[in-house]
């Protein structure tokens, strides 16, 4: 396993709050699934395109089986109430040798504090350590906030394939 896997770093929101960035790791999955239960409805569709009410066996493996090669996930911890809880994720996923694709979600309570766009840039930290060449991501077109998340990062427009979508792409130079 990558040493990715022991990747963890400390931040602190412009509003004071510490937040730990850090590797999935597999015995997260009751904190993934508590975090899911806090990201409403249009969150989920934003996230998946589709009404999501339900994640199968199979789509929770995908999610929680991360080999930090081809799949790098990284979740935000945020102390609540004297407990850690995971109150956003990020991950890429290898399309092709040297690209990835990215998607995030930030649990409904916590967005909009900046937790979407520090996961982001750990992320491509992380992506250009490993030598990818590009980040994509499709987006809802109306999905102004990842957008902008994105647009900060220097993510520019390119042609999607699915007219609801906005595909994004960084080119990844050396650090
Ligand atoms: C998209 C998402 C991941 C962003 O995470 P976040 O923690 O809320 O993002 P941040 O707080 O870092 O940044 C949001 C930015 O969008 C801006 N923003 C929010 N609503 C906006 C709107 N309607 N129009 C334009 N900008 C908007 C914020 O001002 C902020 O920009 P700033 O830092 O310049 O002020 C999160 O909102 C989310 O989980 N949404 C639902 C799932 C989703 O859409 N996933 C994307 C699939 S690829």
Do not use: C
């Not at 396993?1 to 015995?27: C, E, F």
């Amino acid at each position: 396993m990558s040493q990715i896997a022991n990747y963890s770093a400390h931040a602190v929101l412009k509003d004071g709050t510490p937040v730990q960035i850090r590797a999935l790791r597999a015995s997260d999955e009751a904190d993934m699934l508590a975090a899911i239960k806090r990201t409403g409805p249009q969150s989920l569709q934003s996230r998946f395109f589709i009404l999501k009410r339900h994640f199968s066996e199979k789509e929770r493996a995908f999610f929680m089986d991360v080999d930090f090669s081809t799949h790098v996930a990284l979740a935000a911890w945020i102390e609540e109430r004297g407990r850690p809880a995971i109150v956003g994720g990020g991950r890429y996923v290898v399309t092709n040798p040297g690209e990835a694709e990215m998607a995030f979600v930030v649990v409904d309570a916590w967005q909009g504090r900046g937790i979407g766009s520090l996961l982001l840039r750990h992320l491509i930290d992380i992506a250009r350590e490993q030598g990818m060449r590009e980040l994509t991501a499709e987006v809802l077109s109306d999905n102004a906030s990842m957008r902008r998340v994105f647009a900060k990062s220097d993510f520019r427009p390119a042609r999607s394939d699915d007219p609801r979508t906005v595909r994004l792409t960084l080119a990844l130079g050396p650090a």
